[in-house]
């Protein structure tokens, strides 16, 4: 047997291996992840590696070959988890060892570190002193000033001095080769500001918080390590249940990772954990540089952090003794990479948890399918949560507004009247409303009246989005045009945008309400770094009266004078290609729903729909989960969709449409010559190959080959089949093959 080891996996390029034979008596200890001693270079110097790979064919001139010396006692650490993970991502998720290292090893670039310098006076007050008059004397002026400042003090800050007393090196070296000052510098990890001070307080918990709390701690303290899922309604203290778990979890020496589904929650999430954990908390986000994130994960390896707050990327953190994963909103889709590895957070923080034996605790108001299913069977234990947190806070009244109505009665705007209404109303009483759209932009197509053709990207198979400033954009590949004066195919000068998207609310709101205040939040204005936390913060403070916001404004936040939300298009969700758009669509509404009436004034929810008996919309109306649990089910049922089903999707993706068509036919062909071997298998539905959603991205076509069957298993066996077989391929070099388990 040999092991593929890498030596310094800080390195950018992890996938710089090198073979060892692996002595007869240590292959039963040799494995993924394991921390070896190896002769390294012509000197045969011993060095520490990791094992990231084992197979039983020798990659070159076996005479060459090295053998592993030994294996580093008490090798497990951190590190040797997260390779361990990455060979199993590698297996389950089907990518190369290569992109799932580079996924699970964040500290792998180095990046320079942040200095804080000082000049240190090394002469006595009264040497000081007198240096500084022999200095006047020879009109050392840039000499003198440093010395007076430092008469009284025995230190300055190197910047601060340099900068403002005009010194420059030439003044500082023969000081310092002098024996008058010396310079000394301190290494210092960039810690993303995150709140007002530390001022710990534990919040008094209800009797049902408490209950969930006092259980989790018993069967923690059992020695019981298991997933749990919490369904609590929107505003009924989840948050606070969370740090007591992570409280007690602390006390026992162990560590704690927070995932959280986007950066817009950071802000306020982060704000309430510092205040009751202080420094122990630190967060990474993806809007932070290299340098910050590259801090942080080192502050967690070497235990100055115990807790770790941020998307995705954070279930990664290289603690040595991790206790606890929570996933709060673990419905959301950010929890799925959309890169290969095609990993879901769930399931590899379950993976994790089980390998430091730790525990793994879900949230979430409007839980996936997937994970309410397990619970429901058992395999996660199930705490509900079923009134708001705060006694004097009650759930916010929701009325569904047919639009069809609206339009029967004459009115072609986007507000209905009784929104319209309810806007007035709160603007005359200063309280605060949030308007949601499921979309960014102002408009969003531009089509010709003429000859109905659409404007498209040139390179990519969608629709360019009108921007503010008459600019057309592509979402895909980033694609920007000036919107033409005439149609491109039919020279017409009827040519105009179609749709509404938040910028075009944001302009119809300030017409509509010219004196009120309003701010707008989606990708383009929150693009910059803190763009999220500053339009949050001016909300908070009372410094607008409306927010007007895709999906990022309706997830987590809490605002207490908000006492309207408007849903401004609830069905446009429904109508998207994907078997989950009616739970993605009670999700969005339910959360939507949960953001008015937090504080002690009651709420009111619009939800403005041209569909309002499909039972998304009913359901999220009347707050009812169990109900649209049931109804959804039967659908996914009757269809073999995820959870009754598993689902493989295999991608593939080719510049020549030519190859991609046969690399496709060829899969297909793979797929049914290996259920000839798989008796098992027999059940397996295979759908396609098709079109994807869209086809041509970035002069990129793709195609998509769907596989159906009840055990997980039998999909894992074929798409292991068709990534081997594919790799022998003639089009292997001109198609990219990604798998996904939906």
């Given at each position: 047997?040999?092991?593929?080891?890498?030596?310094?996996?800080?390195?950018?390029?992890?996938?710089?291996?090198?073979?060892?034979?692996?002595?007869?008596?240590?292959?039963?200890?040799?494995?993924?992840?394991?921390?070896?001693?190896?002769?390294?270079?012509?000197?045969?110097?011993?060095?520490?590696?990791?094992?990231?790979?084992?197979?039983?064919?020798?990659?070159?001139?076996?005479?060459?070959?090295?053998?592993?010396?030994?294996?580093?006692?008490?090798?497990?650490?951190?590190?040797?988890?997260?390779?361990?993970?990455?060979?199993?991502?590698?297996?389950?998720?089907?990518?190369?060892?290569?992109?799932?290292?580079?996924?699970?090893?964040?500290?792998?670039?180095?990046?320079?570190?942040?200095?804080?310098?000082?000049?240190?006076?090394?002469?006595?007050?009264?040497?000081?002193?007198?240096?500084?008059?022999?200095?006047?004397?020879?009109?050392?002026?840039?000499?003198?000033?440093?010395?007076?400042?430092?008469?009284?003090?025995?230190?300055?800050?190197?910047?601060?001095?340099?900068?403002?007393?005009?010194?420059?090196?030439?003044?500082?070296?023969?000081?310092?080769?002098?024996?008058?000052?010396?310079?000394?510098?301190?290494?210092?990890?960039?810690?993303?500001?995150?709140?007002?001070?530390?001022?710990?307080?534990?919040?008094?918990?209800?009797?049902?918080?408490?209950?969930?709390?006092?259980?989790?701690?018993?069967?923690?303290?059992?020695?019981?390590?298991?997933?749990?899922?919490?369904?609590?309604?929107?505003?009924?203290?989840?948050?606070?249940?969370?740090?007591?778990?992570?409280?007690?979890?602390?006390?026992?020496?162990?560590?704690?990772?927070?995932?959280?589904?986007?950066?817009?929650?950071t802000y306020q999430t982060v704000l309430r954990f510092y205040r009751r954990f202080g420094k122990q908390v630190s967060v990474i986000n993806s809007r932070m540089s290299a340098g910050e994130r590259y801090d942080q994960f080192l502050r967690a390896k070497n235990g100055e952090v115990r807790v770790?707050?941020?998307?995705?990327?954070?279930?990664?953190?290289?603690?040595?003794?991790?206790?606890?994963?929570?996933?709060?909103?673990?419905?959301?889709?950010?929890?799925k990479s959309e890169i290969s590895p095609r990993y879901h957070a769930r399931e590899t923080a379950i993976y994790l948890a089980e390998a430091a034996e730790a525990s793994v605790v879900l949230g979430s108001a409007t839980p996936s399918l997937e994970a309410y299913s397990r619970a429901l069977k058992?395999?996660?234990?199930?705490?509900?949560?079923?009134?708001?947190?705060r006694p004097d806070s009650r759930i916010a009244r929701v009325q569904v507004i047919d639009l069809r109505e609206e339009l029967k009665n004459g009115n072609k705007s986007i507000f209905s009247r009784r929104l319209q209404r309810a806007m007035e109303e709160r603007l005359e009483k200063g309280e605060?409303?949030?308007?949601?759209?499921?979309?960014?932009?102002?408009?969003?197509?531009?089509?010709?009246?003429?000859?109905?053709?659409?404007?498209?990207?040139?390179?990519?198979?969608?629709?360019?989005?009108?921007?503010?400033?008459?600019?057309?954009?592509?979402?895909?590949?980033?694609?920007?045009?000036?919107?033409?004066?005439?149609?491109?195919?039919?020279?017409?000068?009827?040519?105009?945008?179609?749709?509404?998207?938040?910028?075009?609310?944001?302009?119809?709101?300030?017409?509509?309400?010219?004196?009120?205040?309003?701010?707008?939040?989606?990708?383009?204005?929150?693009?910059?770094?803190?763009?999220?936390?500053?339009?949050?913060?001016?909300?908070?403070?009372?410094?607008?009266?409306?927010?007007?916001?895709?999906?990022?404004?309706?997830?987590?936040?809490?605002?207490?004078?908000?006492?309207?939300?408007?849903?401004?298009?609830?069905?446009?969700?429904?109508?998207?290609?994907?078997?989950?758009?009616?739970?993605?669509?009670?999700?969005?509404?339910?959360?939507?729903?949960?953001?008015?009436?937090?504080?002690?004034?009651?709420?009111?929810?619009?939800?403005?729909?041209?569909?309002?008996?499909?039972?998304?919309?009913?359901?999220?109306?009347?707050?009812?989960?169990?109900?649209?649990?049931?109804?959804?089910?039967?659908?996914?049922?009757?269809?073999?969709?995820?959870?009754?089903?598993?689902?493989?999707?295999?991608?593939?993706?080719?510049?020549?449409?030519?190859?991609?068509?046969?690399?496709?036919?060829?899969?297909?062909?793979?797929?049914?010559?290996?259920?000839?071997?798989?008796?098992?298998?027999?059940?397996?539905?295979?759908?396609?190959?098709?079109?994807?959603?869209?086809?041509?991205?970035?002069?990129?076509?793709?195609?998509?080959?769907?596989?159906?069957?009840?055990?997980?298993?039998?999909?894992?066996?074929?798409?292991?089949?068709?990534?081997?077989?594919?790799?022998?391929?003639?089009?292997?070099?001109?198609?990219?093959?990604?798998?996904?388990?939906?």
């Open positions: 047997m040999y092991a593929s080891i890498i030596i310094d996996i800080s390195h950018e390029k992890v996938d710089k291996t090198f073979q060892y034979r692996i002595p007869k008596e240590l292959e039963d200890q040799v494995k993924v992840g394991t921390q070896v001693q190896i002769p390294f270079g012509t000197g045969n110097h011993i060095r520490k590696g990791y094992v990231v790979g084992l197979s039983g064919t020798a990659e070159f001139d076996i005479g060459r070959i090295k053998d592993i010396a030994g294996i580093v006692a008490h090798s497990i650490t951190a590190e040797s988890r997260l390779i361990q993970a990455a060979w199993w991502m590698k297996e389950r998720y089907g990518s190369t060892m290569n992109q799932a290292l580079k996924t699970v090893l964040p500290v792998k670039q180095k990046v320079k570190q942040k200095e804080i310098r000082w000049i240190r006076r090394l002469l006595s007050e009264d040497e000081t002193k007198k240096a500084a008059e022999e200095a006047g004397k020879k009109h050392y002026q840039a000499r003198q000033r440093l010395l007076l400042a430092l008469c009284g003090r025995e230190e300055i800050p190197y910047e601060k001095a340099m900068t403002h007393m005009n010194l420059s090196a030439s003044t500082i070296k023969p000081m310092v080769e002098q024996g008058m000052i010396a310079l000394e510098s301190e290494t210092v990890f960039r810690n993303p500001a995150i709140g007002d001070g530390f001022h710990p307080r534990a919040v008094a918990l209800n009797e049902e918080q408490a209950g969930i709390a006092a259980d989790f701690a018993a069967r923690y303290d059992a020695g019981i390590r298991e997933t749990a899922l919490i369904h609590g309604i929107t505003g009924s203290g989840k948050t606070e249940v969370y740090m007591e778990m992570i409280s007690h979890v602390l006390e026992k020496g162990r560590q704690v990772i927070v995932l959280i589904p986007e950066i817009a929650l770790m707050i941020g998307p995705r990327s954070a279930l990664f953190t290289p603690f040595s003794s991790l206790g606890l994963i929570i996933i709060d909103e673990e419905h959301e889709t950010a929890y058992g395999e996660y234990r199930l705490y509900r949560l079923l009134k708001r947190a605060q409303t949030m308007l949601f759209m499921n979309r960014r932009g102002y408009a969003s197509f531009v089509s010709c009246r003429s000859c109905g053709e659409a404007v498209r990207c040139p390179h990519c198979d969608v629709t360019l989005t009108l921007h503010f400033g008459q600019k057309l954009v592509c979402h895909y590949c980033g694609y920007e045009t000036r919107l033409p004066e005439t149609c491109p195919s039919c020279r017409s000068p009827y040519i105009a945008g179609f749709g509404t998207g938040t910028q075009k609310i944001e302009e119809l709101t300030k017409k509509m309400f010219p004196a009120a205040r309003v701010l707008r939040m989606d990708m383009d204005t929150t693009s910059k770094k803190g763009g999220h936390e500053k339009i949050l913060t001016a909300f908070a403070q009372g410094q607008a009266d409306i927010l007007i916001g895709t999906q990022m404004i309706v997830k987590g936040h809490d605002f207490p004078k908000v006492t309207l939300a408007g849903v401004l298009a609830a069905d446009l969700s429904l109508y998207t290609s994907d078997f989950r758009c009616g739970e993605r669509t009670f999700q969005l509404l339910t959360q939507a729903a949960g953001r008015a009436g937090r504080g002690k004034l009651p709420g009111e929810v619009l939800i403005q729909t041209y569909n309002p008996e499909h039972y998304s919309i009913v359901c999220a109306a009347s707050q009812d989960y169990e109900s649209f649990y049931r109804q959804e089910m039967v659908y996914r049922e009757v269809l073999h969709y995820p959870p009754s089903w598993e689902l493989l999707a295999v991608m593939a993706s080719s510049a020549s449409e030519e190859e991609l068509a046969k690399a496709m036919e060829d899969l297909k062909r793979q797929v049914f010559k290996a259920l000839e071997g798989l008796p098992e298998g027999e059940n397996v539905q295979v759908i396609g190959p098709a079109q994807a959603t869209i086809y041509k991205v970035n002069d990129i076509y793709r195609k998509i080959l769907y596989l159906k069957h009840e055990n997980y298993d039998i999909l894992i066996k074929l798409k292991n089949h068709m990534d081997q077989e594919s790799r022998q391929a003639v089009w292997h070099h001109h198609v990219a093959i990604q798998f996904d388990l939906a």
